[in-house]
Every structure is written in C-alpha cells, then in structure tokens.
C-alpha cells in the first residue's frame, strides 16, 4: 500500500531553522510531483512548495520563496523541505502531498490536483 510519512517538525524559535522530510513507500509508488502544504488552526490549507520527480522543476508559495527550498532524492523516494528564517506565521500543520498524473504548473498549487497524502508534521514557531 502506497503512503506518505512525513518528520521532522517541531518547536522552534522565530528566525531558525527545521527541516521536513516526506519518505514515500509501497512497491508500486510513482508520481508526477510532490509538494507541501500547510494548514493552520481556522485556516484553510494551503500551497508552500512542490517539486517534479524528473526535472527537478520547483516551485514556491510567494510567502516562503528565498527561506523555504524543497529538494528530492530520488533512489529514497524521499523530499524534503528546508525551512530556513522561520516566522510565527509559519506554524501550522505541514503535510506533503502526491500528484499521480502530470499538473500544469499553473494548477501546482492546487491541493486537489495531489491525490495521496501524509498525515502531517506539527511546525510550531515561537516568537
């Protein structure tokens, strides 16, 4: 059976540093992209970063670009999200998403476009 774990979150002080990882499993696992979201507590989930497995093409929510990278490594079946200069308003619960079938980059962002997901990683920044 396919799935999606997510690690690496945590309590941190504003302006350091944490970084997700997604390990993705089952023997018959393939996917177009990868990506990662967030939701916090009365909002609704939202984009933060995604990456093609072939290619490498990445792409960013305006609010992280230049503190957030996400990066792969293919034989692990493994992305990761490296959250650097973090901010009170990055809290939230982190989830990595899979998209199965090819996405326009316009649609990229969308969650819906993402069909398997992790159940999530607690990022807490303290201010």
């Known amino acids: 059976q396919e799935q999606l774990v997510e690690s690496g979150g945590g309590l941190v002080q504003a302006g350091g540093s944490l970084r997700l990882s997604c390990a993705a499993s089952?023997?018959?696992?393939?996917?177009?992209?990868m990506g990662w979201f967030r939701q916090a507590p009365g909002k609704e989930r939202e984009f933060v970063a995604a990456?093609?497995?072939?290619?490498?093409?990445?792409y960013y929510a305006d609010s992280v670009k230049g503190r957030f990278a996400i990066s792969k490594d293919n034989p692990k079946n493994t992305v990761y999200l490296q959250m650097n200069s973090l901010k009170p308003e990055d809290t939230a619960v982190y989830y990595c998403?899979?998209?199965?079938?090819?996405?326009?980059?316009?649609?990229?962002?969308?969650?819906?476009?993402?069909?398997?997901w992790g159940q999530g990683t607690q990022v807490t920044v303290s201010s």
């Open positions: 998403a899979a998209a199965r079938s090819k996405v326009a980059t316009v649609f990229i962002q969308l969650h819906v476009k993402y069909d398997l």
């Open positions: 089952g023997r018959s696992f393939s996917s177009y992209s």
């Open positions: 990456i093609t497995w072939s290619g490498g093409s990445t």
